[in-house]
């Protein structure tokens, strides 16, 4: 296959990206399908737009999550120590494989499906705090909570144990440029936090994921202590995170979307699907975790050397009218299972069945508690993430 240049992509505005992203990314999806830009850490990365090079990209071994592949001098990213490092974000084969197989081994659907009956049950308790008030911010009150209560039960954390986990993501996926400590700060804590807790659970083990996943084996395999550590971090860090911001989303997008909201009031058992079709419209992570390629590749018919970084830009996937019809508008009737919000081939989130039911079950309760559930605030009023890696509010001001 022939490769090309590409050419000088259209300016991209990064307080743009992060207050509209998806006309940003529409124009450089229609501009080219993958563009030279400013990456993450300011370093030059390769965006790739478009669906079909997007979800081919995601399922490329040649595209390596492991940073011992980026060129020197290339991405550096968030220096993590090596107990927190060794998760499942930062692999491929085979220690990839080894590590998910021994999760897999005991992070089941049936051990997930479980979990619906206490996730109701934290939701409501939830919405009976906020419920006198009339009003509330949705990500405080909501959202952020809820997940909250969800990772530390799964991971067997008691209630008076439970640390300001919202701070510690805060710090890492949005960082102050005012105090640039605060992210070695949040990685010293929860270094701290998950050491110990670790240790609790070796000596007590209790009916939970983490102390199962310190037992585990696999013909005489186990995980070492980083490996648990590091496992540890990623569901904080990630099944926390995104969730959040999946029940935000979804949240804004029903009640900007009076039509479709009361489609799914009318027949709440269409909610599975609508939970599809709003992490397409817009999910929580606009672009996948970066991938360097082990040999020089084309992507999209542009050449791309080996060890630079590349980005597969989720966001510009989503809405490309080659893979959906009428992209941008929402739709819960849209067949969407085909989104890749939680990933596609072996890096596939492996906690992708929590986190709808987590999504689903959060709406339902929203949504049977609140029947004239509506914004507080003008859309354009609203604040988001100051982010290119997480698409989340900071606050979703409602009223009932």
């Not at 240790?199 to 939970?208: E, L, N, T, V």
């Amino acid at each position: 296959m022939s490769t090309t240049t590409p050419s000088q992509p259209p300016f991209v505005d990064p307080a743009e990206l992060v207050a509209d992203p998806y006309s940003v990314y529409a124009r450089l999806r229609e501009a080219g399908p993958v563009h030279r830009i400013a990456g993450t850490d300011g370093l030059p990365a390769w965006l790739v737009t478009r669906y079909d090079d997007v979800r081919q990209a995601l399922a490329d071994p040649r595209l390596s999550l492991d940073k011992r592949h980026a060129k020197p001098g290339g991405y550096h990213g968030l220096a993590l120590p090596p107990a927190l490092d060794a998760n499942l974000l930062n692999m491929d084969p085979p220690d990839h494989t080894r590590i998910r197989r021994l999760v897999s081994r005991v992070f089941t659907p049936r051990h997930i499906a479980r979990l619906r009956e206490p996730i109701r049950e934290t939701a409501d308790s939830l919405l009976d705090a906020i419920e006198p008030h009339g009003h509330a911010d949705l990500i405080a009150s909501y959202a952020a909570p809820l997940p909250i209560a969800v990772i530390c039960d799964l991971l067997g954390v008691a209630p008076h144990d439970r640390r300001d986990f919202r701070s510690w993501t805060d710090a890492l996926i949005a960082p102050d440029p005012a105090q640039p400590s605060r992210a070695k700060e949040a990685i010293r804590s929860m270094l701290a936090f998950f050491t110990q807790l670790i240790a609790d659970k070796r000596a007590a083990p209790a009916d939970d994921l983490l102390s199962a996943l310190t037992a585990v084996r696999d013909d005489g395999d186990r995980l070492s202590e980083d490996e648990l550590m590091s496992l540890a971090f990623v569901i904080l860090f990630a099944g926390y995170e995104n969730t959040v911001h999946l029940i935000g989303n979804s949240a804004l997008a029903l009640l900007t979307h009076p039509g479709q909201l009361s489609a799914l009031r009318a027949d709440p058992g269409r909610l599975g699907g609508a939970v599809e079709e709003l992490a397409r419209y817009d999910g929580p992570v606009p672009v996948a975790i970066r991938r360097f390629p082990t040999e020089d590749i084309t992507i999209g018919g542009v050449g791309v050397p080996a060890g630079e970084t590349v980005l597969l830009s989720l966001a510009a996937a989503h809405r490309d009218p080659r893979r959906f019809a009428e992209p941008d508008l929402l739709d819960i009737g849209r067949d969407a299972t085909a989104h890749l919000a939680l990933g596609h081939g072996i890096h596939y989130c492996l906690g992708a069945p929590l986190a709808r039911m987590e999504t689903e079950v959060a709406l339902a309760a929203l949504l049977d508690r609140f029947p004239a559930l509506a914004l507080d605030t003008a859309p354009g009023e609203l604040r988001w993430r100051p982010s290119m890696r997480a698409r989340g509010l900071i606050e979703l001001p409602v009223r009932y």
